[in-house]
Every structure is written in C-alpha cells, then in structure tokens.
C-alpha cells in the first residue's frame, strides 16, 4: 500500500506535492451511516438484581456505621469501627467531661480500661461495687476515698484512694460516675449531679477517709 | 432521552446527590473537628520550624508512593501486630497535618508512628544515607542527595556520618525531614481509638519491629523499643 | 465521492445531515493536535513508568538524580498517561463522535487548537514542576497551581466549544454515546476543579483531604473514564458491524444506574481507614451496585455483536474496540470483588490496586482512545496509516503488554497482601518475593512501549504527509496553480 502511494506521488504533479491517498480505501462503505438503537425492554431479571442489590446495600450499611442504636443518629463520625455499638464509644457532652476526668483522674491507677491492676487497684470494669442500682454508696467513695482492706468481684484488694471531694465540682464527680457505669461493658443507671450535691451535703462534716466497713454500711439509695 | 437539556438535568441530579452524599456531609463531621485536651495538652500538636519544612521534604520527594500513614485496627490486616502502630489512626490524629499524606501503596513499611518506633535520630541518617546498610535487602532507594560528602577535617559536626575519612553531613532539607520523621507519632489515647491496657509481661526491645513477632497476643507496648525499620 | 446529502426521517422532521466527510475534515485541526500531543505523553509517561519499575528491581537505579526519584517519577508518570493521553485523547474522540453523531462539522477549530496548546503547556509545566519537586503531594493531583488552572481554561474553552456544537447539531435524536459524552463533558469540570479547589487551593484540615483526593481519582477512573470508553465502545461496535444496537432501554439504564451509583465509590480506598466507618460501607454497597450497569453495557456489547466477534476482530479498529470491552468487564469485576471488607483486607496498599488501575487505563481507555484514533485520523486527513502492518503489530503487542503489565502486578499485590497479613513475615522479605511478578509488569511495560512507537512513527509519518498536502493545497489556492489532483 505505501509503495502504491509512492509511485502515486511521482506521478503526481510538480513542486513534489505528494498525491492523497486513495480516498476510497480510506472511507469503507457504510462510513456514512451513523449507528442506530432498537428498543427491546430491560430485562426484568436486571432490574430485579438492582432492586436486590439496593435492599442488599441498605441493610449493609445500616449494620456497618450507618445506624447505631439510634441515640446518636445515624451515620456518627465517631464510629471508626463498622461493627461498634455507639454506646461503647463515649459520647459528646457530659461522657466526654467524664471521660476526660477519668482519664487525668483515675485512669492512672484504675487504668485506661478500668481493669486495674491485679493484687493493687481493683477494677471498675464488671465491678460489683460501681454496678450497684443505688449511686450513693459510689459516690461517697469517690468524694472520700477508701483505705483498707475490701473484696471486689471476689478478689481482695488492700489500698488508699484519695479523696476527690475538694478536687472535683458536682457535675464532674456525677460526670466520670456516669461514665465508669457505662463504659467497658457496665450498664448501670447514670448519675445526676443533683444526687452528688445531696450527698456531699449529706456528708459535709466528714473529712477523713472512709474504711471499708464504714462505707459498706451507707445505703446505696 | 433525546433531549440534551433533560440529560443534562440528570447528570446534574447524580452529580449533586453524590457530592453531597460523600463530600459534603462528611465535611460537615470532619470538618467541625477540632483540638481535644489529653493528659499531655491539646491533641494533636501539630508541627512547627523543622518538622514543617521536613513534611514539605516529604511531600516533595514523593515519599507518600510507597509509604502510607495509617494504622488499621486490630484484627483488619497485621499493622498493630508488625508493631506499626500501637492503636489504629483515627482522623483527630491528622487534624493539623498539612499536608496529610496518607499514602495508598506499602512498597515500605508505615510510617505513622515511625517517631515512636525509631527514636534514633542517627539510625534515620543512617538509613536515608544508606538502607541497605540497616536493612539488608530494602527497597529504598539511597537519598545520597540529601547529604553533602565532605573530606574529614577536624571534628565533624553533630549528626554527620563518619565514613572511611569523609563526613557526610546532612543538609538542610536532611535535617528537616528527619525532624519530621521523629514527629509522626500516634501514642495518644482518644475517646474513639483507646490505648488498650499495657500488657505486664511487656518484653522490652521487641515492640515496633517488623521482623518476626514473637508474641502477637502481647497488647501493645508503649515503652520506645530500639530502632527498628 | 459526490457530496451527496444524506437524509433521514426522524418521527416528524427531516434530518439534513452534512455529509461525513465534511465533517471530519472539519476536525482535522484541532484533532491531530490532540492526538499527536496525546501519544507523546502516553510514550512518555510509559517511559517514566519503566523507570519507576526498573526501580523496584533495583533501588539503585538512577538513585542519585533527584529528579528521577521514584517518589517522583511514579506521579510523573501517572499525570502523563491520564491527562496527556487520557483526557486530551478522549476529548478529541469526544468531540469527533459528537459532531458525527449529530451530523454537524465542527466549529470554533481555532478556540480548540489554542485550548489544547494550552493544555500541553500546562501539562508540560506541570510535569517538569513534579520532577523539580514542587509536587502537592495528592495522588494523580500532583501539578501545582499554575498547571491546574491552565488546565481548567483549556478545558473550559474545550467544553463550551463542544457544547455549543451539541446545541447546533442537526440531528436531534440522541445516540446512548451522546449522553456519556454530555456527561463527561460535564464531570471532568466538576470533579476536576472541586478537587483543586478543596485540595491544593484550600486545602481541607486532614483526614478530610484523604477523602476528597479519593473521591476524585475513583470519579476519574470510574465515571469518567468509564463513561468515555463506554460511549467509544458503544459508537462503534455497531457501526462496525452494520448492527443496530441491541437495546436503547437497556442502554438508557445502563447510564442511569452509572450515573447514580459510580460516583458513590472511592472509599473503598478508606476502608479501616481514619474516617468514619459509615463512608467505606456507601462505597461498598455502591461497588456491589456497580454490577448493574456492568451487566446492562455488556450485554447490549455482547448481543449487538452476536455470532459477528470474528468479523470485529478482523478490523484494525475492532480489535482495539473488543480488547477495551472485555477489559471493561474484568477491572468492574475486579472493582467489584475488591470493594468488600474482607478482600480489601488482602488487596488494599498492595501492588493489585495499581494492577486495576493500569487495566482500565491501558486496558480499557487506551485501547478504546488508541482504536478510535487509527479510524478517526484516516478520516479527517484523508490520508491512509503508512504502514498498516504495524496497526495490527500495535494491537499484538499491546494486547499481550497489557495482560502481562496487569497479571503482574494483580499477582504481586495479592502475594504481597496475603504475607503482609501474616505478622510472622519479614516486611523487607515480603517484599522481594514480590519483584519476580514486578519483572512481568516491566516486560508488558517494553510491550507497551514498542506498541506506542509504532504508533508514533505512523501518526507522524501521516501527518507530515497530510501537513505537507495542506500546505500544497493551501500554496495552490493562493497561487491559482493546480498542482495537485483532487481526488474523487
């Protein structure tokens, strides 16, 4: 073909002007038809497999972070993990105080996890004494301390915790009792600050820390 | 569909619908991230001076093509395990990174707690200077450009390697990006991405490596372990 | 061949349409720029490409020249394929389907031309900049902003110019070609400059960024590319069979569900990422969705050229056009299959991304742009390729080049995802095993480059012909002389 058009262009005429190509070879027949549509229906089955795939898609994402529980709405931008329950993350508002005042607070012995350490700091996660229905009893501990020898979840424990009446406000104490009820699996009612300022009233005249059996004879309610 | 106008009104919808879908309402989560207050100050901290122009060195030679910086969870790939990272990254952690270069591709192993992993700042001289010298049978590309070779004279300054009677002495863009490197860390517990509990029996000088890990039940260590790749 | 007006009676109206050799030489100028520059920059950004893979063979290689640093060298390549070759290319097929399909020559030849002069100097700035290292450091966004402005008026210029000629067409009916091209044309500017927008010129607070540079590269691949090589595929099958398309219905489906649901993608990238987990999950039921257009294009593919494949694969272009489709069919399966939890799992930061990338950039849009091309530049010259022996040899190698580069780096990504998931494996070591498949990629990426020299040496051959005949042409008509002999 290109030693066709060769000889094509010496024939063709002066000042080496190359002769075109062969017009015809270039325009095969049918070139000027442009391409046409018919119009047989979709087929059920596909549009069967969208609805499918829709429902499908739906349920997927409604099960991996977009619908968590409800409280937080959907579609939470602090649920990283498809599979986490929003309730165990902490939420925004009050959990958040509590989170942060256990973190400076209580975290360093309790640990991050509320596990404690065994044979030192009794846990929190689980914990018979923080799931009690009553909030009382935990928050006269918390205001006070506790020093001597106590039994959580079965095991014995012999240590001293601070008091935290004059280091914390009503709403922080009821905030990170809040929070240690709720988190790493707990589920005990949370606490008002109402009820920690009736019980710092109540227990205004104390400034010693409590023994375990002095604590353990306060109510829960 | 034989009227442009009606397409294009479609495209349009689609285009609208999904922008706002993936872009949009995302920007209104993320967007209205901001600081949080830790134990240790607001977080993240945020880089000034060296580690900010060691970022821009890291952003311009193009580091992001084979390293990423992110840490998946627990359970999702191997990264805690390798010791890459002792909790996944979460977005607070990029919240004032600028640029954030996440990465997409692992020729090289992840960087985002490289500060934590290899706090050595002469191990990251030596290494960009000369991988393979570290780590047998790296990737790396040797960034000999970054360092200037100079015949020994005298006391050589404070991070130049010694070598056979040359000192190689890192530039300005050498110092800046290893200024960098020892910045990226991602140790802070958040409310959404807990450190979980130190594991007692911690073995030191075996977290953050890549090669074997003798125990990957350990929880993750947070005491800084030898330089490791 | 006598300018015969062709008509044709559309319901009511009367359809005088220009004749289509009117049509094409009214794209020559314009288009020949396009495609010339566009297969400069797919050679050289394949050039680059081998480097980089060299590279992963040896880390030595070239290691002391800053400018050829892998960490530069790979987006180089990457901005060179998909905008010099990708976006340039498709919008002179675009623009040539469009004038063909409405049956109206091309206007505003010299708006074009200036529009993709500036776009290759944008591009060539762009280029030089990534290599000097002023890079932004986002994945397939790596110009900085003198280039992506540039870029932007060119395509402003480009995209009014084409709309305008869609407004102006005589035929009004619409092709399905025409509603992915109408698309394109509009989503290259959105996602394009919503991208600069949010990423380099007010760059978003961090994590955020992430996401957008996400959404961009997945709206890029697959939507636009996408739609560009869905309406090659559809334009041409049929026109080189004699065939009508199978189904207009099926066909307005497949767009539509395109439309909706491609442009929900991109976060699979962000699975277990550091976003929130309801984002990565959109993506993935979008994935999953993404079988319906899928299915919808291959089969109006697949039965409009029932019992024929041989007879498409017989013509130069039609090769090209079938590899493209069934390319098209495997990466949205790949997308598909990758867009799940569990699989990313194995196949996310690993070499199998970059492996489907390479399919729908090399496999599906090159093959598509490149078959497109060897039929359109015949046309708007009138001059024949010079050697058509090296089209076939082009599509040879290319074929073979592609499935080498692709079955590479799949196989390598998914060695290397499934050892990188065993904690016990040594990172350094882990990696090495990879090189052997990385060696299969580079061979594919010799393959590929021989193929694209062909090309090269062929378009420039016919071009200087026809430039050479035009320039004749042009000195006979001011001189009055009549040199050359027109032909019939």
């Not at chain 1, 589920?187 to 009233?201: F, G, I, M, N």
């Not at chain 3, 020559?105 to 529009?115: D, E, I, T, W």
């Not at chain 3, 799992?345 to 598509?368: C, I, K, P, S």
């Not at chain 3, 074929?399 to 990504?413: D, R």
Request: net charge positive; proline share 7%.
């Amino acid at each position: 073909m290109s030693r066709k058009n060769r000889q094509q262009d010496r024939k063709a005429g002066s000042a080496g002007a190359p002769e075109r190509r062969a017009t015809e070879a270039v325009h095969v027949a049918g070139d000027e038809r442009e391409p046409v549509t018919e119009n047989r229906p979709v087929p059920v089955l596909l549009v069967a497999l969208l609805v499918a795939l829709l429902f499908w898609g739906d349920m997927y994402i409604m099960r991996n972070g977009g619908d968590v529980g409800g409280e937080a709405g959907a579609f939470p931008a602090s649920v990283f993990d498809p599979y986490k329950k929003y309730a165990d993350i902490p939420r925004a508002g009050g959990s958040q105080i509590g989170a942060k005042m256990y973190a400076q607070n209580c975290s360093i012995c309790h640990q991050p996890g509320g596990t404690g350490i065994p044979g030192q700091f009794p846990p929190l996660a689980g914990s018979d004494w923080v799931l009690e229905e009553g909030p009382n009893r935990v928050i006269k501990l918390i205001l006070n301390g506790i020093q001597g020898p106590i039994t959580v979840n079965g095991q014995p424990f012999n240590n001293a915790m601070p008091q935290w009446r004059d280091m914390m406000t009503d709403e922080q104490i009821a905030a990170v009792a809040t929070y240690i009820r709720s988190t790493w699996g707990n589920k005990a009612p949370p606490v008002k600050p109402e009820e920690v300022k009736a019980q710092r009233d109540a227990t205004a005249s104390r400034s010693t820390t409590w023994s375990p059996a002095e604590l353990m004879a306060q109510p829960t309610k | 569909m034989n009227a442009g106008p009606l397409v294009f009104l479609g495209i349009l919808l689609s285009t609208a619908l999904s922008f706002w879908g993936l872009v949009i309402a995302p920007a209104f989560q993320l967007g209205r991230q901001d600081l949080v207050e830790t134990g240790a100050g607001p977080y993240p901290t945020g880089r000034t001076g060296a580690a900010q122009r060691g970022a821009e060195v890291y952003r311009s030679l193009g580091c992001v093509e084979c390293h990423t910086q992110q840490v998946r969870p627990r359970g999702y790939g191997t990264d805690i395990a390798r010791g890459w990272g002792v909790r996944r990254t979460v977005a607070q952690d990029y919240l004032r990174d600028q640029p954030a270069l996440l990465g997409a591709l692992r020729i090289g192993p992840d960087l985002s707690n490289i500060g934590a992993r290899s706090p050595d700042i002469r191990w990251h001289y030596e290494h960009l200077y000369n991988p393979r010298k570290l780590v047998p049978g790296s990737m790396m590309p040797a960034y000999r450009f970054l360092f200037d070779k100079r015949k020994l004279a005298g006391t050589p300054p404070q991070n130049a390697i010694v070598d056979d009677g040359y000192e190689i002495v890192p530039t300005e863009d050498a110092d800046a990006l290893v200024a960098y490197l020892l910045s990226l860390q991602s140790q802070v517990s958040l409310l959404e991405a807990p450190l979980p509990a130190p594991a007692t029996n911690a073995v030191p000088g075996d977290a953050g490596t890549n090669a074997p890990a003798g125990d990957t039940n350990t929880a993750a260590k947070t005491n800084v372990a030898a330089p490791t790749p | 061949m006598n300018g015969t007006t062709s008509t044709e009676t559309t319901s009511t109206t009367i359809v005088e349409r220009l004749p289509a050799r009117d049509i094409d030489l009214s794209c020559r100028p314009p288009l020949m720029l396009f495609f010339g520059s566009g297969l400069i920059w797919l050679f050289v950004g394949t050039l680059f490409a081998l480097i980089a893979a060299i590279k992963l063979h040896g880390p030595g290689f070239l290691a002391n020249i800053p400018w050829l640093t892998f960490g530069r060298i790979e987006p180089a390549a990457a901005n060179c394929v998909v905008y010099g070759f990708g976006v340039q290319v498709s919008l002179g097929v675009l623009l040539w389907m469009m004038c063909r399909l409405g049956g109206m020559r091309l206007l505003f030849q010299p708006a074009l031309c200036v529009a993709g002069f500036l776009w290759n100097v944008a591009l060539t700035a762009g280029i030089v900049a990534i290599l000097a290292g002023w890079s932004t450091g986002c994945e397939w966004l790596e110009m900085p902003h003198f280039s992506a402005v540039l870029m932007l008026v060119a395509y402003a210029l480009i995209g009014v110019c084409a709309i305008t000629n869609f407004h102006l067409r005589r035929d009004r009916a619409l092709y399905p070609s025409q509603w992915y091209i109408l698309g394109a044309l509009f989503w290259f500017a959105w996602i394009f400059s919503a991208a600069y927008l949010m990423l380099i010129l007010a760059p978003v607070r961090g994590a955020f960024q992430a996401v957008v540079n996400a959404w961009y590269i997945s709206n890029l691949t697959d939507l636009w590319f996408a739609s560009v090589g869905i309406a090659i595929i559809y334009y041409f099958v049929p026109k080189l069979l004699n065939r009508p398309l199978y189904s207009r219905p099926l066909a307005a489906f497949g767009f539509w569900t395109l439309a909706f649901f491609a442009q929900w993608l991109g976060m699979t990238r962000l699975i277990s990422g550091p976003v929130p987990a309801w984002m990565p999950s959109v993506s993935i039921a979008a994935a999953a969705l993404m079988l319906v257009p899928l299915i919808s294009v291959a089969m109006n593919w697949y039965l409009t050229a029932e019992g024929r494949t041989n007879v498409l694969r017989q013509i130069d272009t039609g090769r090209f056009i079938w590899f493209a489709a069934i390319s098209y069919v495997v990466a949205t399966f790949a997308l598909i299959l990758m867009g799940h939890r569990s699989t990313a799992a194995v196949t996310q930061f690993t070499y199998a991304e970059v492996g489907r990338t390479a399919l729908v950039l090399h496999g599906f849009l090159g093959m598509a742009l490149l078959g497109a091309l060897y039929y359109i530049v015949p046309r708007i010259t009138e001059f024949q390729w010079p050697a058509l022996k090296h089209v076939r040899l082009h599509f040879t190698l290319y074929a073979v080049g592609v499935a080498l580069l692709v079955f590479g780096l799949f196989a390598g990504g998914i060695l290397q995802g499934l050892r990188m998931n065993q904690s016990t494996a040594d990172f350094v070591a882990l990696i090495k095993s990879t090189v052997p498949f990385i060696g299969i990629s580079t061979l594919g990426l010799l393959l590929l480059l021989a193929g694209q020299a062909l090309a090269l040496k062929n378009f420039f051959t016919l071009s200087h012909r026809s430039n050479a005949h035009v320039r004749a042409y042009a000195i006979d008509f001011i001189t009055g002389r009549e040199t050359i002999r027109r032909g019939a």
